[in-house]
């Protein structure tokens, strides 16, 4: 008797189990938060030098169009204007969102409306390989195959904007493909029998209601795309041209925010203004993306009260 | 649904020894409160019974009974088991758990062979012989009139027993590690009669060596096997008595009303 | 027009679309394939590469990636499945585990050549790890982490919660549950989601380039020994891998047949991923049978 009010009242080895899982657990996810703290932080206050350390215009860095960080313009002021990688940047992103948005939800519908089983049997793979195929074939099958191809269509050297956006376009394509199904299945089955059951034609129901219905976590598909497009480096990079030029047209040579940081970062030396003026570079890829994820929030928030 | 005055309350003192009970439980869902002041002598070494309508909180209070409910609801009030309150944030719920075993409504044997399922329990609390595992195997097999079933393959999945096999494997389980009360949450609700009535054999078997504290939506299974009955109405303990006088004479109206279906 | 005339006409735009989707894929597939397998011998796959000679191989990047994977997932895996344990577990409602979704999910959506010259800027330069298979491995961790983790935790809440309350009833503890219940049960969709984050590490290139590096040193493959520093073990020394070192004839240009290496070293890329697709599958369901069906010994 006494053992069994001896044992209800003292901590047993179950209990130090549960004390322990919890804090080992804790600890990992403790790193990840630590993890994302320590990047943000890094890549802020290395990409904050060229403002606060070498006293570039935050202003300059926006606004112009020159980069060439080892030289200095007519006023002795070093030449660091971002704007034209941020335009290609912008640009590309927004193109392969547009091009990839209607194939996106052509298919999202296929597999939730139009042929629920047979289509999501046979796309699911689709969109899965897709996924699976690494950027850096996206960019060597953009370059042997997208750049020459818009060579012999409007000559010049095929790379550019339109290159870029094409090879975007596929590898953003499954991102919002997944997320649009994801968004069409959670709508309640009654809409779409009520407005069947009204008379409506299958597209009426599927334009005028599921879609409507539909359109705040559409739209956190599309930006999920944008985040996935405007973060993409080595594809990108590829079939660019890489030349810092504001871009003239789909056709010419220019650079994304990303391709240049990949080809420059290795080139320069840490902690002078040309490396710094890249953490910069950096900095906006990492602004934009908690930017996309704010966004997303946004909307999603925005979706569920409605 | 007719009103019943809930404040009045029929509860008699079970003759013998008391193996729990409980004083002024209450148990909170957030603010919304589904247990009020049960206060309940729970008798040793005979099956209890307790019946009310649906959401009249017969889960919460035997839920509450081995502080399964710790982490979702708020309870007060004590619960005295061996002469201590195990309601109480100093004690070790470990144990509680292990005197006071459950089974639940829907089986749930975890996703392992037989043998392991019965044996994970005891593993775990330092049991290692292989002689003594075996034999708590084929004990509680036996108790839960499974063994004649199943001692062919014990290493075959659990998941490939009948529902109603699934179910008894389930009390095995409990009474694996040796518990001197099983709770058992309409444990018979998901079963063919056939299956319901090798359950009911069993629980009238366990009460010899165990005190036995069932929730039950079946009248007739309540009648059948329990010795005293308890009946619950919005949260609320309205009366508790021998089964018999329960069933045939109600001092409660409200128990009167449920029993004979007049009930809302 | 008629709305039954719009709605056929509709249909038939969005199977248009859809077959254009599909082609494009039919077209990847077999671009890759057809330009690509030509290529792969032997002796492709067994020999040291080229910079600025026809007839490289790819053996040294071959070994890379796969051993950068091995690491990587060593160090991500438990690192994943305790933070998923915690957030389905463990953490209760309330704005800290709000707080840690929200920076996984801050994690997840970060360029990979962000996280890439994150790990340059700490490990190769600060820790002084140089480029380096280590560099590489924690980079790609940073990268693999937050998906790794939302896919155990989708297979863990996956499991039902009779699991959990089974155990508890027992007077288990919730720790001694979750190793021995509810992880094992979870297991095939843990498997699943470690082999399909196996092939996004082993095709990721820009988290690499600064930090694993894009060259590949002669290394000794009978030398077993990881501190020796020309042992293939050794995790100090820089490893260009099959997705970096496609990235890189591609970009140099210096390499004469640079289009068929690539063409080749793709092709290896997406059979290795297809091939870890389909094992994810087929482990998966073997895993589940396994655990559900009678063939249990
Ligand atoms: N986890 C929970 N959170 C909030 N409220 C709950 C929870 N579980 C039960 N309740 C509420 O507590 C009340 C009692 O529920 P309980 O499940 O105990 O009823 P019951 O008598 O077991 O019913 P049934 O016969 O249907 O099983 C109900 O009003 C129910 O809605
Ligand atoms: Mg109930």
Same mark, same amino acid.
């Not at chain 3, 820089?238 to 080749?264: C, F, M, Q, R, Y």
């Given at each position: ?306 | ?264 | 027009?008629?709305?039954?005339? @719009?709605?056929?006409? +509709?249909?038939? =735009? ?6 254009? $989707? &599909?082609?494009?894929?039919?077209? #990847? *597939? ?68 709000? @707080?840690?979704?929200? +920076?996984?999910? =801050? ?6 050549? $962000? &996280?890439?010259?994150?790990?340059? #800027? *700490? ?175």
């Amino acid at each position: 008797m006494t053992s069994i009010k001896q044992e209800l009242r003292h901590a047993s080895k179950a209990t130090r189990e549960d004390v322990f899982g919890k804090v080992i657990t804790y600890c990992c996810v403790a790193v990840i938060a630590v993890l994302v703290i320590s990047i943000l932080y890094f890549i802020a206050s290395r990409g904050i030098a060229t403002f606060t350390v070498n006293h570039v215009s935050l202003w300059s860095f926006i606004s112009q169009t020159s980069w060439n960080p080892g030289l200095l313009d007519a006023h002795g002021q070093p030449q660091i204007g971002a704007l034209a990688m941020m335009v290609t940047s912008f640009t590309v992103t927004i193109l392969a969102a547009i091009i990839a948005t209607p194939f996106a939800l052509a298919v999202a519908l296929y597999m939730t409306e139009i042929a629920p089983n047979r289509g999501a049997r046979i796309l699911q793979p689709v969109i899965e390989l897709l996924v699976g195929i690494p950027s850096v074939v996206y960019g060597f099958i953009g370059l042997t195959v997208v750049v020459p191809y818009i060579r012999h269509l409007f000559g010049g050297t095929g790379m550019g904007i339109l290159a870029g956006t094409l090879v975007l376009f596929v590898m953003i394509l499954p991102t919002v493909t997944t997320l649009s199904v994801d968004a069409l299945n959670a709508l309640p089955g009654y809409l779409r029998d009520a407005s069947l059951a009204l008379g409506a034609t299958r597209w009426q129901t599927i334009h005028k209601v599921l879609l409507r219905a539909a359109t705040p976590r559409l739209l956190t598909a599309v930006i999920f795309g944008m985040a996935r497009a405007f973060g993409e480096a080595l594809a990108v990079q590829m079939v660019i041209g890489n030349a810092v030029l504001m871009p003239h047209g789909l056709v010419t040579p220019t650079a994304t925010l990303t391709s240049q940081l990949t080809t420059q970062i290795g080139n320069t030396v840490m902690g002078t203004l040309p490396n710094n003026a890249l953490w910069s570079l950096a900095l906006v890829l990492l602004v934009m993306s908690l930017i996309f994820n704010l966004l997303i929030r946004f909307i999603g928030k925005r979706g569920q009260l409605s | 649904m007719a009103t019943y005055d809930l404040t009045a309350h029929h509860i008699i003192e079970p003759g013998g020894p008391i193996a729990l009970s409980t004083e002024k439980l209450q148990v909170f869902y957030g603010r919304q409160q589904a247990i009020f002041d049960a206060t309940l002598n729970f008798p040793a070494n005979q099956i209890t019974a307790l019946i009310g309508a649906s959401g009249s909180g017969k889960s919460t209070y035997l839920r509450s009974l081995n502080r399964m409910n710790d982490k979702v609801a708020r309870v007060t009030g004590k619960i005295m088991y061996q002469e201590t309150n195990i309601n109480d944030r100093t004690i070790n719920v470990y144990a509680v758990r292990r005197h006071l075993g459950m089974v639940f409504q829907r089986p749930n044997p975890f996703a392992k062979s037989i043998y392991d399922n019965l044996t994970f329990a005891l593993k775990a609390t330092g049991i290692k012989s292989r002689t003594i595992l075996d034999d708590r195997v084929e004990q509680s097999l036996k108790e839960a009139a499974l063994w004649e079933e199943v001692k062919e393959d014990l290493h075959k999945s659990a998941l490939a027993l009948s529902g109603g096999q699934q179910q008894r494997l389930c009390i095995a389980r409990a009474l694996a590690t040796q518990p001197e009360i099983l709770l058992l949450d309409e444990p018979a609700s998901a079963l063919d009669p056939i299956s319901t009535a090798k359950i009911e054999v069993t629980l009238k078997r366990l009460v010899e060596r165990y005190t036995i504290i069932i929730v039950t939506h079946n009248m007739q299974q309540a009648a059948r096997l329990s010795s005293y009955t308890a009946f619950l109405h919005l949260g609320h303990l309205i009366e508790f008595d021998k089964t018999p006088t329960i069933f045939q004479n109600p001092e409660m109206t409200a128990t009167q009303d449920y029993i004979t279906g007049n009930f809302g | 027009m008629t709305p039954t005339r @719009l709605d056929k006409v +509709a249909t038939k =735009v969005i199977e248009v679309f859809v077959a254009c $989707v &599909v082609l494009i894929l039919l077209f #990847l *597939l077999s671009t890759i394939l057809i330009q690509g397998v030509p290529h792969l011998s032997w002796h492709f796959l067994t020999s040291p590469s080229q910079s600025f000679a026809a007839g490289g191989g790819i053996v040294d990047q071959l070994f890379n990636s796969l051993y950068l994977l091995v690491l990587t997932l060593l160090i991500s895996l438990p690192l994943a499945i305790g933070s998923a344990v915690y957030l389905n577990e463990y953490a209760s409602d309330n704005w800290l585990t709000g @707080l840690l979704r929200t +920076a996984i999910e =801050v994690l997840s959506s970060l360029p990979s050549v $962000v &996280v890439g010259l994150f790990g340059y #800027l *700490l490990f190769v330069i600060h820790f002084h790890f140089g480029f380096s298979i280590l560099s590489g491995a924690i980079a790609l961790t940073f990268f693999n982490l937050p998906l790794l983790t939302r896919s155990i935790e989708g297979a863990l809440a996956a499991i039902s919660d009779t699991q959990r309350e089974a155990g508890l009833a027992l007077g288990l503890s919730a720790w001694r549950t979750i190793r021995g219940v509810i992880l094992p049960a979870a297991l095939p969709g843990i498997v699943t989601g470690v082999i399909l984050s196996a092939g996004r590490v082993f095709g990721e290139a820009a988290a690499l380039i600064y930090t694993a590096g894009q060259s590949a040193p002669v290394v000794n493959y009978t030398n077993w020994n990881p501190l020796s520093s020309d042992s293939f073990l050794n995790p100090m020394r820089p490893a260009e891998t099959l997705a970096v070192h496609i990235w890189k004839v591609n970009t140099e240009g210096v390499t004469p047949d640079a289009v068929s290496i690539s063409a080749g070293a793709s092709a290896v890329l997406i059979i290795v991923i297809l091939l870890f697709n389909f094992l994810a599958r087929l482990i998966g369901r073997h895993l589940y049978r396994k655990m559900t069906g009678n063939s249990n010994k």
